[in-house]
């Protein structure tokens, strides 16, 4: 079974530039989360997906981010125009029902 | 308002011995716990859990104690192998395992030969 893949890895723009974030969750996965980590800080939760509806967006900064989820597969988050304090580790995790969080590896943002 | 935190940074095991990692929590709504590790540039890996109704659940070489009234939970590596080194994060959350996850800042373990 494949695990979550995020794409791209490292991502580096300059401030009030677009960059939109991608992540393909687990084949049969229903929940797909955003996570973020600033500066070696906590992981914070961004939002949550239940196939393509938004359940629990509580957790997004503000209106410069919009995560989609078309379809219910694969998810995008775009961060437009981007700040300096966005700069962080962006994880997506996926689950099925009522189990544990399966998480990927990763997109390292840096905004200069 | 941090809700879920693990005081110490780092911690540093002699190889073959216990390693205890600490967390506390302030939310009373949590009622499921998990250990996430992770090593540099990989994603966080699901490493054990325990629900609210439990005070102790085991796997293999880790335990997880869970002291309800002191809002307080320990993760404990026995014995510790070098590749146990990563940081080790502490999350919970207020439905069984399907909401989103409140971690901690993580604690950087060192297992040392």
């Known amino acids: 079974e494949a695990g979550v893949t995020q794409f791209p890895s490292h991502s580096v723009i300059e401030k009030g530039q677009t960059v939109t974030l991608r992540c393909d969750p687990i084949?049969?996965?229903?929940?797909l989360y955003w996570y973020r980590r600033v500066m070696g800080k906590e992981i914070k939760f961004l939002l949550h997906?239940?196939?393509?509806?938004?359940?629990?967006e509580s957790g997004m900064p503000n209106n410069r981010f919009l995560a989609e989820r078309t379809g219910g597969t694969y998810s995008t988050l775009k961060v437009q125009p981007a700040e300096l304090e966005d700069s962080g580790v962006y994880f997506c995790?996926?689950?099925?029902?009522?189990?544990?969080?399966?998480f990927g590896p990763g997109t390292r943002l840096t905004v200069l | 308002d941090q809700q879920v935190k693990q005081n110490s940074p780092s911690l540093s095991v002699q190889e073959g011995r216990i390693s205890i990692l600490n967390c506390d929590y302030t939310n009373s709504m949590f009622d499921y716990f998990l250990w996430y590790k992770k090593y540099p540039a990989e994603g966080p890996t699901f490493l054990i859990s325990i629900s609210s109704i439990k005070d102790k659940n085991e796997d293999g070489r880790f335990t997880v104690f869970l002291n309800k009234s002191a809002k307080h939970l320990s993760l404990h590596i026995v014995p510790s192998q070098p590749g146990d080194s990563a940081v080790y994060f502490c999350a919970a959350s207020d439905v069984f395992g399907n909401e989103k996850l409140t971690f901690g800042t993580g604690t950087r373990l060192t297992i040392i030969p």
């Open positions: 997906f239940v196939k393509e509806s938004k359940q629990d």
């Open positions: 084949s049969g996965h229903d929940n």
């Open positions: 995790a996926s689950s099925r029902s009522y189990n544990e969080q399966f």
